[in-house]
């Protein structure tokens, strides 16, 4: 089949576009090549500097308030988050981050790139071609538009578990015989998270003595433990069964904490950060199950919880007003991952208990740990279920529900087939409630258990490379013990 643009193939289309970014002078580089410029990450003004080598490894480093780092040795993919904190890149964070990477230097174009183009589209006038574009051995999907007089890519879109995921690209320019967009922005619905100006680029021989793809390990040095003080915690449930704990900033109470183990970033209330009269240092896209807004983000000097003391702690402002009614009382934010990733913590649901403990005094008696993965900052485990099917699932202690099957392990499984259910809604999202024969965790089995299956496309719901989020009420029967940095979990 032959376009109106004259091309007869997806290869033919690649061909254009990798001449017009002159990609053919780098067949010859053998070492590493810097991109480095100006950037913005989350409102916050700073520099980043972009190493990568044709291999396909990369590290991009973002300097400003808020800064973060991603990197793939080749192996598999690695981060930083804007606390410091590193942790090992999940399938679907990873195929994105190499994407940003590929459409910073043109290099997703390249016959060993993990990407290709399944599809193009001529699009609503002549002015630009549209391209399907696939992670072949994952499941990213995105959508390409391509300028059709310069042949190069103007944005990349991408549905993602937090929304659709843009990359606009402009302003290219020729540096060292080479293409590049000089700019790149990259926003959350239409929320712009980043941007990167280039400046300069430079190439560098490979030095295996100082390998810049290595993933940063080193952990921060930003976490004490008193070990005078219990490590029992004030422990309130709130009417849906949420755990509360109390907390206090910079040694002010401020009152009770959602403990989640679904939140990526720790979050406070309007009330709570106007008390405190925190500064704002940037913005965010915060995404829920009410959608997603631009939240501001506030930096304190200390966060204390029972024993647990964590130095210039980071948080994104949420209005608390939908689940104050929900709860009967006010709650002044939420408790996540830079918990959990800095403290091993002990949960016993049916006993509404918990108590954090210092990783380098803590031991087990009986030792006896299973796998945990962390994905998007939230802690992810293996179990079973009709069918004798065995998936990945996120543990959401945020979530009061038995079990929410994602739409893609829906659809794969075609778990509606035959089953009588109950439409339903689910905050944005839509569901099914309906019953299923069994479902196994950690050993335990739950005979004919009501669960969730959701029918959204789009959101956390939408997410590929999980099954779905096993809530509170599966995890009555447990005391868990959470060790992050470890990647392992015990079910007592």
Known sequence: MTTKYGMKSHADITSRMREALKLNNLERQTGNIIIEGEATNAGTDGTFRLTFNLDGRFTRRLETQLSETAGFDGVAGWM?????MPCALGQGELEWQQLVAGAQTGLWLRENSPFAITALDAGASNAELILSVIYKN??????????????????FRHQGIHGEEALELGDYKEIAGWVLPGRVLHKLNNIPIASFELRSIAMRPSNQADDPYRPITARPNDTQFDHAVPPQLEVRR???GHFLIRAKINGHDCGWFILDTGASSSTISHEIAARLQLAQIGTVPLTSIFGVVASPVRRTNLLGIGPFALQRPIFVEMDFTPVNQAFGLSVAGVIGYDLFSRAIIKIDV???AVSIHDPRAYQRRDGNWQELVIQYQTPVVRASFEGNHQRWFCLDIGAAVTVMFHTPTVRELDLLKDRNGTPSRLGQFEVMLGAMAWFELAGHRFDQPKVIFVTSENGPVADPHTAGNIGLEFLQPFKLIFDYANQRIAFE
């Open 238 to 240: 709130a009417p849906t």
């Open 350 to 352: 049916a006993g509404s």
């Open 80 to 84: 930083v988050d804007w606390t410091g």
């Open 138 to 155: 994952g499941s990213l999907q995105a959508e390409a538009r391509v300028d059709a007089a310069s042949w190069l890519v103007k944005s």
